[in-house]
């Protein structure tokens, strides 16, 4: 049958409505080949009529242009976490906190999706944009890859001028087995559980990758609509139905935390059989007005928990100890199990974490063992069941070699941990490299666990400084690699030479030191040669730097072989300064606020810190100078001199909503590449 082109949108709408059958309501009205041809006449026609082409086409899902890199969106209001619930207690406690402030308390009971949160915007019934969570402020830009979702709309059913909604990308079990069967046969690297799947699945730059892997998605709330009025949570769900998304239905209204224990209490053991992995509960407050009334911290909101399932347990036997050096040299036993399935994988290792630990838990090879997976997700070994003993079992013992190098293994002072101590061991070269290459640190694009397995074992890189050597044709040598990403990584690998100081502190991998103390310590030290001479006392004057730090960062500092990695890296004209933030570039330069009253999230003197990090000034009185005055509970009579002076007032949710706000831009500028 060819339709008219007049026709065309029509034939959308069929199509639409088709994939909404078969994908959201599981319960298709034509066959897949009747769909396949329906699709196929449509394509025909915007092939022939490119013209007539729309961004919200059933046929936009197939995915297009690869992307160099994703791009960053700004979520219009932070993407809150959840606090955790560990225990019927701590939901009691939940439950107390709200009736305490409410006289109604119900709530919506949803399964807590094992995903990858996602933002979607839509305008005027459009899909816009989506966005990861990221930081909670910023996220990237993956709407070409949802787009191949076919759980998520392109057009909604009924059109508002805006709305805004978050829900969770989850990749069935069954897609996660064939994926991973699939990836085993081609000898490459599986993913670990079905979240990693979904994550590494969405946050491809070749949307075609993703069109390939069934992702599904549910929709779980609004965060934001135009044009109607939604009062509680179960309105939103309903909404979210009638918009065409993929809403949960498992979800249950309860009357009371009894229901909600009810609810719980059925899916521990019905869980297993969804065709999705979930983690948890997530216990939310049903009416919005209670909830604009409880509030929230700068983390999480106080009207919804997520109470966890606890970890399941299984008995497995012990195989083998396998000896690991990691990137700070440290040598750590991983067990070798007899696989077992638990929590949804089949586990086949766990780390043991330290030697200390398996002595101490008398865990011996050959030994019966009992396995839990933390957090639901890795593998550990709780203890060993002594009482099944044979007798043949082999006590471990720590290595006196080091398996990748040979050298000899030393224990620091005060430490648990074995260690290689040669900084040119391979097995630490090249998990330094690719921590030192890592988005949080040098920020080396395309330089990931693989380029850097090549580069070493050819060796084309034998110390960290050899990155800055490398020449072009050496890169196009690399397996897999084409001219053109080679130009592209060795251009990323001169871009990284301009990062700001506390990147290149972060990248060298300093024990104990993450990327947020790198922060600090170069807002005070703004020259790498400073941290040559800084001495442990000075270093633990500075806020949020303690002994231990001090400590690490002073031996790290004083090793001559790290003196000669730092010169080198001078040498090829990486950045060793950092840019102090300008005082008037900071988001509350110039402003002066005043605080009275009781504040509920920080102490006054947190929140002063806060304003002052931030650029601001605080005063103790109210004066026409003062710009706000952040009222917090029982305010005193800086209050009223402020009505009288027409000051600016805030609640403590405005001034919390500020702090974000100015947090957010702070992080940002100080991403900013130093130029
Ligand atoms: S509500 C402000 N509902 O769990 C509250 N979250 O630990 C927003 N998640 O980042 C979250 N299923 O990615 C909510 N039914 C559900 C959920 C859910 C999974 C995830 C979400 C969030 C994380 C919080």
Same mark, same amino acid.
């Given at each position: 049958m060819n339709r008219p082109v007049s026709d065309i949108e029509k034939l959308r709408e069929e199509l639409r409505i088709h994939e909404y059958q078969y994908y959201?309501?599981?319960?298709?009205?034509?066959?897949d080949a009747e769909y396949d041809q329906l699709m196929l006449e449509l394509r025909k026609l915007e092939e022939t009529h490119?013209?007539?082409?729309?961004?919200?086409?059933?046929?936009?899902?197939?995915g297009g242009q690869a992307l160099e890199r994703f791009g960053s969106i700004v979520h219009r209001a932070p993407l809150l976490s959840l606090d955790n619930a560990f225990s019927y207690k701590d939901l009691l406690d939940f439950d107390q906190r709200l009736k305490k402030e409410l006289d109604e308390v119900s709530y919506v009971a949803e399964l807590k999706i094992d995903g990858v949160s996602i933002a979607l915007v839509y305008e005027n019934g459009l899909l816009v944009n989506a966005a990861t969570r990221?930081?909670?402020?910023v996220g990237e830009d993956v709407t070409a890859n949802i787009?191949?979702?076919?759980?998520?709309?392109?057009?909604?059913?009924n059109s508002v001028p805006r709305l805004e909604v978050r829900g969770e990308i989850y990749m069935p079990k069954k897609e996660f087995l064939r994926i991973n069967t699939e990836k085993e046969e081609k000898g490459e690297k599986t993913f670990a559980n079905p979240r990693n799947a979904a994550a590494g699945s969405l946050r491809q730059l070749n949307p075609r990758i993703t069109a390939e892997r069934s992702l599904a998605s549910f929709i779980y709330d609004i965060l934001y609509i135009e044009g109607r009025e939604v009062l509680s949570q179960e309105e939103a769900l309903r909404t979210l139905r009638d918009f065409g998304f993929s809403v949960n239905p498992q979800a249950r209204i309860c009357q009371d935390i009894d229901e909600v224990f009810d609810f719980t209490g059925e899916l521990a053991v019905?869980?297993?059989?969804?065709a999705y992995e979930i983690d948890g509960v997530v216990v939310k407050l049903n009416p919005y007005a209670g909830r604009s009334l409880m509030g929230q911290t700068i983390r999480s909101p106080r009207w919804a928990i997520a109470y966890k399932f606890p970890a399941e347990e299984k008995e497995t036997r012990l195989l083998e100890v396998e000896v690991n050096v990691g990137r700070t040299g440290i040598i750590a036993p991983t067990a070798i199990l007899e696989p077992v399935f638990i929590a949804g994988t089949t586990v086949g290792r766990a780390s043991m974490h330290n030697f200390d630990l398996v002595a101490e838990k008398d865990i011996r090879i050959g030994d019966r063992v009992l396995i839990h997976r933390a957090g639901d997700i890795i593998p550990e070994i709780i203890?060993?069941?002594?009482?099944?003993?044979?007798?043949e079992e082999k006590i471990i013992t720590p290595p006196n070699?080091?398996?990748?190098?040979g050298s000899g293994v030393v224990r620091l002072d005060g430490e648990v941990a074995y260690r290689?101590?040669?900084?040119?061991c391979p097995a630490r070269l090249k998990e330094s490299l690719i921590f030192f290459a890592s988005r949080g640190a040098?920020? #080396?694009?395309?330089?990931?666990p693989a380029i850097v397995e090549q580069l070493v074992n050819r060796e084309l890189?034998?110390? %960290?400084?050899?990155l800055y050597n490398l020449e072009l044709e050496q890169v196009i040598s690399?397996?897999?690699?084409g001219s053109k990403s080679a130009q592209n990584l060795l251009q990323a690998i001169e871009d990284?030479?301009?990062?700001?100081l506390h990147r290149l502190i972060t990248a060298l991998?300093?024990?104990?030191?993450g990327a947020k103390s790198a922060r600090i310590l170069t807002q005070q #030290?703004?020259?790498?040669d400073g941290f040559f001479e800084v001495s442990e006392e000075e270093l633990a004057?500075?806020?949020? %730097?303690?002994p231990i730090m001090a400590d690490s960062i002073v031996k790290f500092f004083t090793e001559p072989l790290n003196q000669e990695t730092i010169a080198l890296l001078k040498q090829k004209g990486v950045n060793t300064r950092e840019e102090k933030l300008a005082e008037r570039e900071?988001?509350?330069?110039g402003k002066t606020f005043v605080l009275t009253g009781t504040l509920q999230v920080m102490t006054r003197s947190e929140a002063g810190e806060v304003i002052q990090e931030l650029g601001g000034k605080v005063s103790g009185s109210v004066s026409k100078k003062t710009d706000y005055v952040v009222a917090g509970e029982?305010?005193?009579s800086k209050y009223d001199k402020a009505v009288e002076l027409g000051v600016c007032i805030l609640d403590e949710t405005q001034f919390l909503n500020k702090l974000k706000n100015s947090s957010a831009a702070v992080t940002k500028l100080d991403n900013k590449e130093i130029k």
């Open positions: 959201i309501l599981d319960d298709p009205l034509i066959s490119p013209e007539l082409m729309t961004p919200d086409s059933p046929t936009q899902r197939v990221g930081d909670g402020f787009k191949t979702i076919k759980t998520i709309p392109l057009k909604l059913k019905g869980r297993h059989d969804l203890k060993s069941l002594a009482e099944q003993r044979s007798g070699e080091c398996p990748a190098c290689c101590e040669n900084i040119n040098m920020d #080396i694009e395309g330089m990931g890189v034998n110390k %960290i400084a050899d690399l397996d897999r690699m990284s030479k301009k990062r700001p991998g300093i024990r104990h030191i #030290i703004t020259d790498i004057k500075i806020p949020e %730097i303690g900071l988001p509350l330069a029982s305010p005193g």
